[in-house]
């Protein structure tokens, strides 16, 4: 969110990452020597494999575009939680929506209270 509305932006999934279906015994040389591969991803002696379903799903998910949009707009009436400062942890329910400020209000239970307070966009996530 800018001050001017949201703004849309593409970025990499998993970016730096190359995924690759190969042979390790007969291909990795060929593989880790390829331009502007760095490696490929292990753990300790393990080779990180990823299995073909998880692959799949992935390429439904993006569809042949290869785009996926999320929607991270939050909606009064939501529940969030706070993910920084001294209210880390506590879910809240937001009741309105600053854009301008880049702020909303929640309204949450303390000590046996309702209470509402504004908050930071980049301080909740969706719960």
Same mark, same amino acid.
């Given at each position: ?13 998993? /970016? ?21 591969? !760095? ?6 002696? &393990?080779?990180?494999?990823? /299995? ?8 439904? &998910? ?23 400062? /001294? ?6 329910? @937001?009741?309105?929506?600053? /854009?301008?400020?880049? &702020? ?8 046996? &209270? !309702? ?8 301080? @909740?996530?969706?719960?």
């Amino acid at each position: 969110m800018t001050q001017r509305g949201p703004v849309w932006f593409v970025e990499a999934m998993f /970016p730096g990452y190359l995924f690759a279906k190969f042979i390790y015994s007969t291909q990795h040389r060929a593989v880790e020597s390829s331009h502007g591969v !760095s490696g490929i991803v292990h753990f300790g002696d &393990r080779l990180a494999i990823l /299995p073909e379903n998880i692959v799949t799903a992935l390429q439904s &998910r993006v569809g042949a575009e290869e785009i996926v949009t999320l929607d991270c707009s939050i909606k009064v009436g939501q529940s969030v939680q706070i993910v920084a400062g /001294p209210f880390h942890g506590l879910e809240v329910m @937001v009741t309105q929506l600053l /854009p301008a400020k880049e &702020r909303i209000r929640v309204l949450f239970d303390f000590l046996g &209270r !309702s209470m509402e307070m504004e908050i930071s966009t980049l301080e @909740v996530l969706a719960a």
